[in-house]
């Protein structure tokens, strides 16, 4: 069976004619091969299907001619699912004479594996007769299907936590409103949670939504607390990205109540977190404080009690109970086996540095407020391209004291400004593309005190650099901290 069309010069040598043939069957053969595809040959006249040897190692059928049977002999092989598609593509084709593809899996007779197919055929004849061929060549595209379904089940998952993020902040926006009596308070509460959400997507993110351990969890909410008063032990349990979410914000309600009411607003208070696999699976996770403030029970119910023992529950597929103990708060979470993730080999996320999570992350006053007086009369320098960020860092930096000699929104900006006389410079990491190192450069160049803002998930800063790192979304209090720990490193 000759596979490729001779060509027709009637100036040719018989000789000549058959070298092209040759090079023509040559290159087919090669293009074919370098390509992974098969060809075939459906002779309708006859009723006979042929399958070349690349075709053969493709689909498994048998080498050779077969009888076609009007097509059943053929169709047989397809994938159930696929055969009426198959089968209208290839009537349309022969109706038309146009050039046909079709996308389909195929059974493979030797093996019984499935193999997607890229098919692509013409059918050919005399002008105003039936066509008498059909001509075509195959293409496995298995591993080419399995990365688009891969990337559509990516594309899928990423609307489906977006949409499960943006509503999780409207009802958090929505219950803190109803559950605050002022415009102020709300804010400082619903920034608080926000940040909450925030922490627990970049400890996700290191792990590429595989799930988050414990230990990070409360490292993220604790870390930044009242050095030393608070402490957290457990064994290493990875939870589920729902049940990751749903302890970030519990802690987060928790240590808030602590800050402000509890055992860490006096420097006497403590706060014990511990955590133990339970033996039918899932883990039990308690929560004390001692040495605080006589507490007694609220006289109204606020929507950080409600989310404790309601949601938290639910989420984690146990329960949540809060005790208003007078030597000290006591919270109970238990969660079931669904609460964990499935174990593999994933890398683990570091615990963020305790920068980044500072009280007033958590609404308490009294070590927010000292933070901000301890950067009383500073010159702040701030390089930031997102410009509302700017006025609202500057504002917030102000009102906390702090005098800002100038802001620049580029590189270039930000060089020029370096002749400014400043105490310390907020950089942030990338400026419209641009890298702010040769910035944090001269500075160290200098001995000039600085610190990184960053939307990246790595918690440290960039390569050669030592400075404080702050990661986005931050708040001033924050930036305060990173301030003070900033000019610590020059004294």
Do not use: C
């Amino acid at each position: 069976m000759v596979w490729s069309v001779m060509a027709s010069d009637t100036r040719s040598s018989p000789l000549a004619a058959e070298e092209q043939s040759a090079f023509e069957e040559d290159a087919v053969r090669l293009g074919l091969t370098a390509a992974g595809m098969g060809e075939y040959v459906w002779d309708l006249t006859r009723d006979v299907f042929v399958v070349s040897p690349r075709m053969s190692r493709i689909t498994g059928l048998p080498v050779g001619p077969m009888s076609a049977d009007g097509g059943a002999a053929i169709y047989r092989f397809i994938h159930p699912d696929d055969q009426e598609g198959v089968r209208t593509a290839v009537e349309e084709g022969r109706d038309t004479r146009q050039r046909y593809k079709a996308r389909h899996r195929v059974i493979r007779p030797d093996d019984g594996r499935v193999v997607w197919l890229e098919n692509a055929a013409i059918a050919i004849g005399e002008p105003g007769k039936p066509p008498t061929r059909i001509v075509g060549v195959v293409q496995d595209i298995t591993a080419r299907k399995q990365e688009e379904d891969e990337r559509e089940a990516l594309v899928a998952e990423l609307d489906h936590r977006v949409k499960n993020v943006l509503a999780s902040v409207q009802s958090l926006a929505a219950q803190s409103a109803r559950k605050t009596a002022s415009l102020d308070a709300f804010l400082k509460t619903f920034a608080g949670r926000l940040e909450a959400m925030a922490s627990a997507h970049t400890l996700l993110t290191a792990t590429r939504w595989r799930g988050a351990e414990i230990g990070n969890i409360a490292a993220a909410e604790l870390g930044g607390l009242a050095p030393g008063q608070a402490r957290w032990e457990g064994p290493e349990i990875i939870l589920n990205p729902r049940a990751t979410n749903a302890l970030t914000l519990a802690l987060h309600e928790l240590a808030t109540n602590a800050v402000k009411y509890g055992a860490l607003s006096s420097e006497t208070g403590r706060v014990e977190v511990g955590w133990r696999v339970l033996p039918m699976g899932g883990f039990e996770l308690t929560w004390a404080e001692r040495g605080g403030p006589s507490v007694e029970p609220p006289t109204r119910r606020g929507f950080g009690a409600t989310l404790l023992e309601r949601v938290t529950g639910r989420e984690l597929g146990g329960k949540a109970t809060l005790e208003f103990r007078r030597d000290g708060v006591r919270a109970l979470l238990t969660a079931d086996a669904s609460a964990l993730a499935a174990p593999r080999g994933s890398p683990r996320a570091a615990a963020p540095a305790s920068v980044e999570r500072s009280p007033e992350a958590h609404e308490g006053a009294s070590a927010g407020d000292a933070a901000a007086d301890d950067i009383r009369g500073v010159r702040v320098l701030i390089v930031e391209d997102a410009v509302l960020l700017a006025l609202e860092l500057e504002s917030g930096l102000t009102e906390a004291g702090a005098k800002v000699v100038g802001t620049a929104a580029s590189l270039a900006e930000a060089q020029k400004m370096l002749s400014l006389s400043f105490d310390v410079a907020v950089l942030d990491a990338n400026l419209n593309g641009e890298s702010v190192i040769p910035v944090a450069e001269v500075l160290r160049a200098r001995g000039s005190p600085f610190i990184i803002a960053t939307g990246y998930g790595d918690a440290a800063a960039p390569e050669g650099v030592d400075a404080p790192v702050v990661r986005k979304p931050y708040n001033v209090h924050q930036i305060a901290a990173a301030i003070v720990q900033a000019l610590g490193r020059q004294a």
